[in-house]
Each structure stands twice: as C-alpha cells, then as structure tokens.
C-alpha cells in the first residue's frame, strides 16, 4: 500500500486512542477540538448513491422514479421523517397527556418506531451464520478463454465483485478464531447475469451427498439439550458422527491441521470444492476445479493464540479485513483453474472428479491463473449487504456448468430455498446487493417485498398482448444452454459409485505433504478435541480412524489421551506426498503485517521515530505500546503518538514485537499492585504486562527482540535470548532488518524444533 494510506490506519487509531484516553494536549500540538455536545442544527447533505447498487424500475402515480438515487428512498430528505415521509419534531418523548401524565395510544410515531425496532432481526443463516464480507473487482488475464466463453474471463474485463467470508458452526455473534471450515463466497456482477462462486477454505467437504448435509450439521452444532458448546467441533456429538461417517475423515483432518484457524481472512486460499464444467465457445468442455491463492500467502494462527483472541478480541478476522481495507492494504487473490479432460468417467489420474472429499493434487494438475481479485471497498452497512447477501451455486453464466457432483445437486436446491425464510420471500434478488448488474425481465411477480413496479399484462409467453416481449437469446445473445450431457442409461438406486469408498487414501496423502512442525499442530489438535470428549467409545473409534491415516498420528494422539493405541493398520495406501498442501517453507510479502514497539519515556525515542517511519516505508503497520497513551516525548524530540497501553495491548495483536529497551513497570501497573498481594512478581524490573506479552509472543513462535537494554526485559521474561528468532540487535535498524526477514516466514518454527519421530 502507498505509505500514506496505512498511515491513515495509524492515525484513525490515534484518533480512537485520543477520542476516550486523557488529554492529548503537548504544548504546541493542540489536541482535536472536543466533539459538540449538540447535534448540528443544519441539514446534512445525504450520503452519496453506490454506483453499482442502481434500483429496479420504480414508477408512481406521478411519474417515473428511477432516476433518483437508491439511498434517496430511505435516507434522501434533510429531515427525519416517519416511513411515511411525514416530518417529525420530537423523537424522545412518548406523546402523553401532559409530562407526568400516562402515553396515549394514538401516538402513531411510538407505535411505528417500536413496532419497526421489534422486527429488526431476521433469522440467521443455518450454516455460516458468523461472516464479513467486502466490494472488489475482478479482472481476468484472458487466459481462460480458451476453455470459456464466459464474457467476464475475457482479457482485461473487470467484473465487480463482493465477497463474503464466513465460519460455518458458530451464531451470528461467535468468536471469529474458532477452529473450522471457513466460507469463501464471491458474488460476480457480469454483464451476462450474477455468477455465484460459493466456496470454502478448504478443498473438500465432510459428506459426498447432499442428503448427509444435516446430518454433518446437526453434529457439528451445540448439542440440543444445553445449546453447548458454541462454535466448536471438540464434543461428543462431532466426533460421534464423524468417527462414525468416515467419508468425513479427509475434511477432519483439514479442520485439524493449521487450516482451521487462519491468521486471516485475507491469508487464506479459497476452493470450489466441486469440479465444474466450462464450454467455449464453440461447445467444447472442460472439467475445472476453481483456486483461489492469496498473494499475502497463506498463514495460520497457533491454537493457543486462537483462544486468547476469542476473548481478546471476537471480531478478529472482520476487523483484520475492515482496517487493512480502510488503510488501502487491499486484499489480493488469484483466481486458478485445475484443467482436465471431459471424459465420460469424469476421473483424473485414477481420482474421481465427481466425489467432493477427494482434492487432485497441484503437482498433477497445475493451478492456472485467470484472474486477479482485488477487495477494495468495505460495506456501508452490514445489515443491508453482509447479512442480506445471498449466495447460490446455480447462479450461472454462459460458458460455466455444472456436474453430476450429488454434493452440488443437493446445494443447487438448497440455496434458494434456505432464502425463503432468512429473507422473508421469493424476491430477494432485489435487494440491492443482490440485484444483477445485467438487464432483467423475469416474468416472476409479486409475492412478499415486492419492490418493483412491472408494468405490461402479460406476464406470460407465449403472449401477443406486450407484442411477444420478452424474447429468448439465442446462444449469440448470450442466451444460456445447458451443456447436452450423455446421461447413462441405469436403475434408480439410493447408491454411490464404488471409488467413493476410499475414504483414507487422500487423508494420508494429506498428512504425508504437511511439514513435521504442521503434524504436530495436527497431533496437538486432534489431541485437544478429542480430550473434549465424554464418551470413551467416541474416542476409541476416533483413534481407530487415526490409525487408517497413519500410525505414529494414532500413537500420538492416544498418548495425549491416555488411551492404548489401535492396532496398526497393515498395508496403509501407499500415496504420493503433494508439498503444494504445506503452508510451510515459503517466504511471502510482509505487507500489513504489524509491528508492535514497547517503549517508554527512557526508551531509546529517537530510534522509535526512526523504525516507525521504516515500519510505515515498508507496507507495514507499527503500533506503538506504552505504559499509558498519549504521547512520549521525555527527550525533547517529535512527541511519539502511543497507539496501544500495557492495559490495551495483548500479544496476540502484533506479528512481531520490538523492545526499545526494558521498560519501567507503568505507574498504574495491576502487577505492580497485585505485587504487594504477593503473586510472585515482585523483585522484577519490567512491567508484567510486558513479560506476558513477550511471553506469549516467544511460545506463539513469533519475530521478537530489541535494542538498548531489552535483553534485560526478556530474561525477565523467561526468554532464552539465544533461541532462534530472538535478537538482542546492536541497533534498532539491526533489529527491525532481522524481524522484517523472519515475518516473511510468518513465524519462526525453528524455535521449537519438532519431535524426532514425526519426520
Ligand atoms: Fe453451503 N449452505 N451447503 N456449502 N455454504 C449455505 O445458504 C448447503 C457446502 C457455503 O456467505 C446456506 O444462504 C448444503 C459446500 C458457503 O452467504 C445453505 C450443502 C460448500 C456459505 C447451504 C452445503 C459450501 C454456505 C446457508 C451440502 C463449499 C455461506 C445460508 C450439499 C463448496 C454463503 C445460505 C454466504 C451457506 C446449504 C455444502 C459453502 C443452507 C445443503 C460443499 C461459503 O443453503
């Protein structure tokens, strides 16, 4: 991002540290001018339109509205209104007879506000509940022109776009860092209608029908005596099906391994789950996987800082996604295609393309770049796009079909249908951020929330009243044809093909590609969740599942569990590892990443001033962490704007920390407090808050170090200065130059080297 952009992030949180925190007065720098009590008297102007958001076709008795801007309907006038339009004078008394006196019925203005408040919840989604979503753009290299005729693939062409991330278990209010699948659903506005890509982080799915679909859920959900536990796989009813359902192992193991608790969402790569059908022009098909790789790489969080960050902070990953937005750090992703012959056993090198909880690894089938996404735009309002969005895989456009996937054809109904109730009836796709930005005329009519006003009589075809309109395309016109499939002669049977019974090949070839450092957050993982389980048999079950993956996996786990370990299982599949899986072992921009400061009055400021500015130079965001906000400035120089305090900051917020020098305990220090109770602080020279954050920071395998006399502060901490990744640096630039170089790994696993027989 341009330097001044995130430094646009920086000062907006100056602004909220300076709007709550004491005076921020240094002589010679006023602080901002404190906000009026008052509201302003004058009108505002109202807010601008989004231009891609244009309303249906709305006529009056008096004439045609379309040209008046959308946000004209509900927030356009200078006055507060009723929904009627009648102008108001008061909104914060009931009408009574007389101040002390009981309210009146007839006060209409209560009754509608009141009544418009009372239904200001619609139900939340079924799965998904808990999201954030962005606008963005998407712009194709061409390259996928020459497997379809999709317009919007097409060389240069930029098709707006928003996106929604999401988790899958958890209510609308649940933590953002839960271990899960993470949804992944982009809305493509092409000329030739919406194209809904309604994907996860993860490749492959729990079930291969669409029929198991409750079933997945409803173990996955809080059991339904209690409603516990909220947002998390680790209980008996999970483990219960999955350990039962084996076909779910392949997407269990994802869940487990560092996927299922991302930095981001911007640190995540996304999948079509399904494989997919493109026809070019000329009627020619191809069977496609869809990727998308984001350019900031893909990293993880460890668990235990996952569950700091649920308390710390629930709204983790929207408030990630909003701010580096905001600071013009726009997310990046690639758009990629796997390619493979239409043949009509759909399988590639011997794997079935048709099963979803089967991947086809990238060393077999290249991932082809086709397009680039940018986000760059967070929503206005998040009720009106973010909760009202609606995503559905049938949302075609020509050159893109579908396949006999059964997973898919379940999906296709269930979009649609799920509707319905969430957005209170069929016409949902006039919600703004639902609308097409291609032309309509759907001969669908009225029904609840009607928003247009059709005009014409004849809502039906064939029709000579409104003179034949509409009319079809042809496939010239962009009409849309299903691809003439050859469907096989057969009986109707309630069966799968016979591939779908590999359920543990793919979950060992999985395995087999993650780096001994990612199995151990495997074995810790499975190790957690099953130790969340009641029910003995539930996790003797699992453990046999653990064992058709790999042994020294089920050893592990057993262990951490106190249970004997399964019998081996003789002849495991042997498989070809596929190093594309691991997160590991690459290096990847360092853009956004953030970087934490502790300082104080006697710290080395002039330094500080210095990396911050090279932390800014670099894309970067420093935060500078302080006994208590305000500005430091003891040495006479520019004061330093503090953006965190030691009560504000956790280690959980910064990729990295730097120490200029060891810090005095705050004034305000509970530790120094707690000291005197005598919980065993007493006697250090540094603040606790300090050591826990550098604590936490060195177990979470993150960049940290210092200058000056910081090595003072990390013994003190517990820190062993001569482990990898910690530098005590002659120099603040020393320092920061290292830290920069370790953060393009992300973390710094060499720390805590991996057991010798994981490898
Ligand atoms: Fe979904 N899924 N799903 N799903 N799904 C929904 O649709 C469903 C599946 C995915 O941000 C629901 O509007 C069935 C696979 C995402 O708004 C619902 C089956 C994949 C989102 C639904 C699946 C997904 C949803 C709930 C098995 C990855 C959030 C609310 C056949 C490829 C979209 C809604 C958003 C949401 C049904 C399986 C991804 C109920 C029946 C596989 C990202 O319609």
Request: charged fraction near 20%.
């Amino acid at each position: 991002p341009a330097k001044g952009t995130v430094d646009k992030i920086v000062d907006k949180v100056v602004d909220a540290v300076s709007d709550g925190g004491p005076s921020n007065e240094i002589p010679g720098r006023p602080g901002r001018e404190p906000a009026p009590l008052e509201e302003p008297t004058e009108p505002r102007a109202p807010l601008p339109p989004k231009p891609d958001q244009a309303g249906p076709e709305v006529f009056t008795a008096t004439g045609r509205l379309t040209d008046v801007p959308p946000t004209a309907w509900a927030q356009g006038g200078e006055y507060l209104t009723t929904a009627q339009g009648l102008r108001l004078t008061d909104t914060d008394h009931s009408l009574k007879a007389g101040p002390r006196g009981p309210v009146l019925l007839q006060d209409h203005h209560l009754r509608e506000k009141i009544m418009h408040f009372d239904h200001e919840r619609i139900p939340e989604r079924v799965v998904h509940a808990r999201g954030a979503a962005a606008h963005g753009v998407f712009r194709a290299y061409g390259t996928a022109t020459t497997v379809t005729r999709a317009a919007f693939l097409a060389k240069d062409v930029e098709t707006p776009v928003f996106v929604r991330f999401s988790t899958v278990l958890g209510s609308r209010g649940s933590a953002d860092t839960v271990r899960d699948t993470r949804g992944f659903a982009t809305k493509f506005y092409t000329g030739e209608g919406v194209f809904d890509l309604v994907g996860n982080n993860i490749p492959v799915f729990f079930i291969q029908d669409a029929i198991k679909f409750p079933d997945v859920i409803h173990a996955g959900k809080p059991h339904p005596d209690r409603e516990i536990p909220q947002a998390q796989s680790a209980h008996d009813t999970f483990w219960d099906f999955v350990s039962l359902h084996t076909e779910a192992t392949h997407h269990t193991l994802w869940n487990m391994s560092d996927r299922g608790i991302a930095r981001s969402f911007r640190m995540m790569e996304g999948f079509g789950v399904h494989t997919f059908r493109l026809v070019d022009a000329k009627g020619a098909t191809t069977l496609v996987k869809f990727h998308w790789k984001p350019k900031a790489g893909v990293h993880s969080l460890t668990w235990e800082e996952a569950q700091l960050i649920n308390g710390m902070d629930p709204d983790f990953h929207r408030r990630d996604l909003a701010d580096a937005i905001e600071a013009g750090a726009y997310p990046q992703w690639e758009l990629g295609i796997q390619t493979f012959p239409d043949t009509p056993e759909q399988t590639f090198q011997g794997i079935d393309l048709l099963d979803p909880t089967k991947i086809v690894p990238e060393e077999l089938a290249p991932v082809q770049p086709i397009g680039l996404l940018t986000l760059n735009a967070n929503p206005v309002n998040f009720f009106a796009e973010t909760e009202q969005v609606a995503f559905h895989p049938g949302h075609l456009v020509p050159g893109i079909d579908i396949t006999d996937d059964p997973l898919l054809a379940g999906r296709l109904f269930s979009y649609l249908d799920t509707q319905i109730t969430r957005l209170g009836g069929p016409n949902f796709a006039q919600i703004p951020i639902n609308r097409p930005h291609a032309p309509i005329n759907d001969m669908l009519r009225d029904g609840f929330h009607q928003d247009a006003v059709h005009s014409g009589v004849a809502p039906y075809k064939p029709n000579s009243l409104d003179g034949g309109c509409p009319f079809f395309a042809g496939q010239s016109e962009g009409g849309y044809r299903e691809t003439p499939v050859r469907v096989p002669a057969a009986e109707k049977v309630r069966e799968a093909p016979a591939s779908y019974a590999d359920h543990f090949s793919q979950p060992r070839l999985f395995w087999l590609s993650l780096t001994p450092v990612e199995r151990e957050h495997v074995i810790a993982a499975y190790t957690f969740e099953l130790g969340k389980v009641y029910e003995q048999a539930i996790k003797e079950r699992a453990l046999r599942t653990l064992a058709e993956i790999d042994s020294y996996l089920c050893e592990q786990v057993a262990q951490g569990l106190g249970l004997p370990a399964p019998k081996p299982v003789n002849s495991l599949p042997s498989v070809e590892p596929s190093p594309a899986l691991s997160q590991l072992g690459r290096t990847w921009p360092t853009t956004g990443r953030i970087i934490g400061i502790v300082a104080d009055d006697g710290s080395d400021l002039e330094t500080v001033r210095t990396l911050r500015q090279a932390i800014l130079d670099g894309g970067m965001v420093p935060l500078v962490i302080a006994p208590a906000g305000g500005m430091l400035g003891a040495d006479g120089g520019d004061p330093v704007t503090v953006q965190r305090t030691f009560a504000t900051a956790r280690s959980v917020e910064f990729d990295a920390l730097l120490l200029a020098g060891t810090p005095a305990p705050g004034k305000d220090a509970y530790g120094a407090r707690d000291a005197k109770a005598g919980n065993g602080v007493t006697g250090t020279p540094t603040d606790p808050r300090v050591l826990l954050m550098l604590a936490e920071a060195f177990r979470h395998a993150k960049p940290l170090g210092g200058w000056a006399d910081a090595e003072q502060a990390l013994t003190a901490a517990g820190i062993d200065t001569a482990a990898p990744g910690v530098l005590v640096a002659e120099s603040g630039d020393a320092a920061l130059e290292e830290i920069v170089r370790l953060l393009g790994r992300h973390r710094v696993w060499d720390r805590f080297p991996p057991a010798v027989g994981i490898a």
